[in-house]
Structures are given as structure tokens and as C-alpha cells.
């Protein structure tokens, strides 16, 4: 589930068009739900994939270490965490993209005279240890 740059770019671009502050208003609701969406998803790959890492710490003791072990760490367990990198990398991009659009919302809402536009809050990821 990569997520697209020129996705994130684009939902910036749906709120530097808005025309009115209702329009303003329904497009941060409109992309910030879909950033939300996103977070979800890239929580609960992480959630999943999570347990993975517990499996990386071998026993202290050398003669509970069988050679098999590590070939299976080495081999299979620290491959399969790979995509925990990738979806760090894209909460990075996410909540980039949400401190652009933060910063973007008093310029554009002060366009519109009375206009006040509440930007929700994303909802970050809650796994500990990653």
C-alpha cells in the first residue's frame, strides 16, 4: 500500500483552489479524512507487522542459540520487516503533508472575509516500539 506523492501533492492543490471559505472548509474536511484514511491503513500494516520485530532478539544464553535460529532471522524475520520501514517513511509523508496544509489554511481562509475553517486533528499511529 505505497502511497503516491503526486496523491499527497494533489490534495494540497484541492484546497489552494477552493473559491470560498465553505468550499475551503468542505475540502479540509474532504482531504484530511482521506489523510486519515491513510494513517489508518499504514497503523494497522504497521500493527500487523509489529510482532515481527520481537522476533529479532535472540537468547543471551549461547547455547540456546541453534545456528538454524539465525538463518531463519537473518533469512526470513528481518526481510519481512522491511515494509515497517517503508510505512515509518510514509508517516513522515503524511504528516508533512498535514503541516503544509496547517500552514496554508489562516493564508487562504484570509482571503474570505469572516471566514473560519477548523482543520481536524489526524489521528496518529498508537504502536509502541516502532
Given at each position: 500500500?505505497?502511497?503516491n506523492?503526486?496523491?499527497?501533492?494533489s490534495?494540497?492543490?484541492?484546497?489552494?483552489?477552493?473559491?470560498?471559505?465553505e468550499?475551503?472548509?468542505?475540502?479540509?474536511?474532504?482531504?484530511?479524512?482521506?489523510i486519515?484514511?491513510q494513517?489508518?491503513?499504514?497503523?494497522k500494516?504497521?500493527?500487523a507487522?509489529?510482532?515481527?520485530?520481537?522476533?529479532?532478539?535472540?537468547?543471551?544464553?549461547?547455547?540456546?542459540?541453534?545456528?538454524?535460529?539465525?538463518?531463519?532471522?537473518?533469512?526470513?524475520?528481518?526481510p519481512?520487516?522491511?515494509?515497517?520501514?517503508?510505512?515509518?517513511?510514509?508517516?513522515?509523508?503524511?504528516?508533512?503533508?498535514?503541516?503544509?496544509?496547517q500552514?496554508?489554511?489562516?493564508?487562504?481562509?484570509?482571503?474570505?472575509?469572516?471566514?473560519?475553517?477548523?482543520?481536524?486533528?489526524?489521528?496518529?499511529?498508537?504502536?509502541?516500539?516502532?
Open positions: 500500500m505505497p502511497i506523492p503526486d496523491y499527497l501533492s490534495l494540497t492543490e484541492q484546497i489552494e483552489g477552493c473559491a470560498d471559505c468550499e475551503l472548509q468542505a475540502q479540509v474536511d474532504k482531504v484530511m479524512g482521506a486519515n484514511e494513517l489508518a491503513a499504514v497503523n500494516q504497521i500493527e507487522l509489529a510482532p515481527v520485530l520481537a522476533c529479532l532478539e535472540l537468547p543471551t544464553d549461547p547455547m540456546a542459540i541453534l545456528g538454524w535460529a539465525s538463518a531463519i532471522v537473518d533469512n526470513i524475520v528481518k519481512m520487516t522491511a515494509p515497517i520501514l517503508e510505512y515509518q517513511t510514509q508517516l513522515v509523508q503524511l504528516t508533512q503533508t498535514v503541516s503544509e496544509i500552514a496554508l489554511i489562516p493564508t487562504l481562509s484570509a482571503k474570505f472575509p469572516e471566514c473560519s475553517v477548523s482543520v481536524p486533528l489526524p489521528s496518529p499511529p498508537q504502536v509502541g516500539g516502532v
